[in-house]
């Protein structure tokens, strides 16, 4: 059998020496009590088992089915595999009390499974740096037992965290932090601001929860991870909805808030920034809920934008891939109509996805009414969130408007693409009616026009054929040379009935049958569900006389002229 080097040292424990066994159970195998100490062992593996379990200066003997030192209240175990140079640290929370005096403290403060049992905290016990304030409150509520059980993790703290205490209130206090350290600033439950610094003159910032900090690696290189909660909507309603962002790792010390993601507590000017986020939050609200599923044509809000753009490419077609943080995919200057609900219908895989409502508490870390994120929790009712026909939508909190995603899910008459946009880059749209006047052609043709706009527009409900919900469209067709005003005149009626005007070539269309057709009843739909104007533009590519030659040139001809829609 090969034999470790310094394996000699553990020979006593293993063969039981002259040390005592450590007693764990009573007569008829009845548990101790636990006593409210504090112990630090050592556990010595080798090829995943454990060798011996070694106190300080004593050395017991390994017995199968003995849980060593259990019944210590509190125990930090050193794990040493025999193969591994650096020993693992945990600190164990073994008895009744400590556990549930703990697990009511950390709630909302940590992420790591509380309702197991012991409760493990590993080093550099990060759980229980988050609690430390909590705990100190505690003591002076607690009865007499309680205070014997919480008095040992005040002593753990003292003893064995004091360095990394005073190491993360130098750093707190000078406002910067190192990598290592980095784990000390999010504490699970807090406010954090997540940025980006590199988009726009002005930083993006958005205001979230936080969830959970972790390391990671990817392919030898090292990351940092949280993961937030936040308000977000799926076409038809509002909840809680989990994001996560990742970091690379750095070197040497940074500002604080020069930092990616950082706590709220750290800006001069948080509570200006509060302000501003609860006022964009608002716009948000207001647009999806325009673009809801409860609405009903015109659905969503037109508006002018003027700002990065974030178009999404195949392989964002999934809600966790898309990251605020990365580059836009150009800048645009024009008109869009804020569509949630419509983007999703186009991006089902981008759709925000609600978290289920807690019922009493019984997730693993469900925080208490004292949890800083715990008023969230509470804002995101159904009943006050759910856009259904038949019930009034009431408006979300002053906390939910907070923590708002800070862009809106549009489509863009500029580039003709569905994407993202921040929300402080949207205006109202400033219409020009009196533009209609202007157009340069004979008059007879302007009052021809005026009178079957404005007819269908004041009686679209009526104006029918003879066939119900056959011909409540409206088509004209326009033809003339190059520069005779056709395209001018499709803008100046949009323009007079303040309408949006999406113009579509037959180039865009495309040229097979399969993929016209698609396109087309794509626009037909978005027009009639935005109470637009679709303008085909170049219309003579398709709308042409049939010709018993071309199979497919007919087919095209025939899949046109068969919709019904204003154009």
Not at 228 to 246: A, D, M
Not at 351 to 360: K, T
Request: aromatic share 10%; hydrophobic share 35%.
């Amino acid at each position: 059998m090969f034999e470790p080097v310094n394996f000699g040292l553990y020979q006593t424990a293993i063969s039981g020496g002259d040390g005592q066994e450590e007693p764990n159970a009573g007569a008829g195998g009845q548990d101790q009590p636990f006593k409210p100490k504090f112990e630090d062992v050592k556990e010595i593996h080798q090829n995943g088992e454990v060798l011996a379990v070694i106190r300080t200066q004593n050395q017991y003997k390994r017995k199968a089915g003995n849980k060593k030192f259990g019944e210590y209240s509190l125990l930090l175990r050193r794990i040493v595999d025999v193969n591994v140079i650096k020993p693992q640290l945990q600190l164990e929370i073994q008895s009744d009390i400590l556990r549930e005096q703990f697990r009511l403290l950390a709630r909302g403060f940590t992420s790591i499974n509380l309702h197991q049992d012991p409760i493990i905290i590993r080093e550099p016990y990060q759980e229980l740096y988050h609690c430390k304030d909590k705990i100190e409150e505690a003591l002076g509520e607690a009865s007499e037992e309680i205070r014997q059980h919480l008095q040992l993790l005040v002593e753990f703290q003292a003893q064995y965290m004091s360095y990394t205490i005073r190491t993360v209130d130098s750093f707190k206090n000078s406002g910067t932090i190192e990598f290592e350290w980095l784990w000390s600033l999010f504490t699970p439950g807090s406010l954090v601001i997540i940025q980006n610094t590199i988009s726009t003159v002005e930083p993006i910032e958005w205001c979230a929860v936080l969830k959970s900090y972790n390391v990671v690696v990817q392919e030898g290189a090292v990351f940092w991870n949280i993961s937030v909660t936040h308000t977000g909507f799926n076409g038809g309603k509002f909840g809680n909805v989990v994001s996560s962002f990742t970091f690379p790792s750095f070197a040497g010390v940074l500002n604080i808030t020069q930092l990616q993601a950082y706590p709220l507590q750290f800006r001069s000017d948080k509570e200006a920034l509060r302000d501003t986020m609860i006022s964009r939050g608002r716009y948000y609200e207001q647009y999806c809920i325009a673009s809801g599923k409860r609405s009903k044509p015109p659905i969503g809000t037109p508006m002018i934008y003027e700002g990065p753009f974030w178009r999404i490419s195949p392989k964002d077609e999934s809600r966790y891939s898309f990251q605020m943080l990365k580059p836009p995919s150009t800048t645009v200057k024009g008109r869009v109509i804020v569509d949630v609900d419509g983007f999703f219908n186009h991006y089902p895989g981008l759709r925000d996805s609600i978290l289920p409502e807690r019922s009493g508490g019984n997730d693993n870390n469900s925080s208490d009414d004292t949890s800083p994120c715990r008023w969230l929790q509470r804002s995101m009712t159904v009943e006050s969130t759910l856009l259904t026909a038949g019930s009034p939508l009431k408006p979300l909190s002053t906390e939910q408007h907070l923590t708002c995603p800070p862009f809106v899910h549009v489509f863009s008459f500029t580039v003709r693409e569905w994407g993202f946009v921040l929300i402080n880059g949207l205006s109202e749209i400033k219409w020009n009616p009196g533009v209609f006047d202007k157009l340069q052609v004979k008059e007879n043709v302007k009052e021809t026009l005026r009178g079957l706009v404005n007819g269908h527009s004041h009686r679209s409900i009526n104006f029918d054929d003879f066939i119900e919900g056959k011909g409540r469209g409206l088509v004209c067709l326009l033809h003339g040379p190059p520069g005779s005003g056709k395209t001018m005149t499709a803008e100046s009626i949009a323009e007079s009935l303040h309408k949006l005007l999406y113009s579509a070539s037959g180039g865009e269309l495309g040229t097979s049958v399969g993929t016209m057709q698609y396109r087309l009843e794509m626009a037909f739909k978005l027009v009639a569900r935005w109470d637009a104007i679709l303008l085909l533009d170049e219309a003579d590519t398709f709308l042409a006389e049939r010709r018993g030659d071309s199979v497919e040139r007919n087919a095209i001809i025939s899949g046109e002229t068969s919709h019904n829609t204003t154009i």
